[in-house]
Structure formats: structure tokens, C-alpha cells
């Protein structure tokens, strides 16, 4: 199986920054990407950001230009840096991974890390 463990969650005044880091550990063979996405107080989950094992990326229209997705295949880390900050940008943020374990993928989240931004 495979564990995703965020941090860097908090909360900061808008215009502020964050930067949100990810660390997959467990039993798996491949990781095909990694991500993040968010949920606020009654909405849906949506994507933020994703960043493949060939670092192509991806981001949600919402965070183009603001936010950007790293990541480290040797270390199976992902980061998001968050600037400009937003109260709409309050949310509880999940890690995302799809990792191959035995010979499946499937995807698996982290537990979340809260943002909130402040006006």
C-alpha cells in the first residue's frame, strides 16, 4: 500500500503565501503522479495542480500563475508553493498519488492539510 503524508497546512493573510509538501512511502512499484487537490465547506473536491513522472503539470484555471507543483521522483515528494493567496483559496488540501502497486494502479490520498487564508 501506499501512505501520503502532507504538511506546510496553516493559515496566512490574503496576498500571503504557503508551500505544501507531500511524502509517499509504502510498498509500491511506480508512481505515475502526484497532486493535489482541495475541498471547501460544501463543494466538491476539485483538482489544484498535478505534476507527472515526466514533470509535465497541469493546474485548475483558479491557480494558474499563483501556485506551482514540484516534485522529486527520487524522493516520491511533491510540493505546492501557494502565493497571492485567496480566502477562496480556503480549503482543506488533499495529497493525490497514483502508484502502482503490484501490478495495478490505483490512486490513494493523503489526509489533508486545512489552508485558510484570511481577507
Known amino acids: 500500500q501506499v501512505q501520503l503524508v502532507e504538511s506546510g497546512g496553516g493559515m496566512v493573510q490574503t496576498g500571503g503565501s504557503l508551500r505544501l509538501s507531500c511524502a509517499a512511502s509504502?510498498?509500491?512499484?511506480?508512481?505515475?503522479?502526484m497532486g493535489w487537490y482541495r475541498q471547501a465547506p460544501g463543494k466538491e473536491r476539485e483538482l489544484v495542480g498535478i505534476?507527472?513522472?515526466?514533470?509535465?503539470?497541469n493546474y485548475a484555471d483558479s491557480v494558474k500563475g499563483r501556485f506551482t507543483i514540484s516534485g522529486d521522483n527520487a524522493k516520491n515528494t511533491v510540493h505546492l508553493q501557494m502565493n497571492s493567496l485567496k480566502p477562496e483559496d480556503t480549503a482543506v488540501y488533499y495529497c493525490?498519488?497514483?502508484?502502482?502497486?503490484?501490478?495495478?494502479?490505483?490512486?490513494?490520498w493523503g489526509q489533508g492539510t486545512q489552508v485558510t487564508v484570511s481577507s
Open positions: 505534476i507527472t513522472s515526466s514533470s509535465s503539470t
Open positions: 493525490n498519488a497514483e502508484a502502482k502497486v503490484w501490478a495495478t494502479w490505483n490512486t490513494y
Open positions: 509504502g510498498s509500491f512499484g511506480a508512481i505515475k503522479a
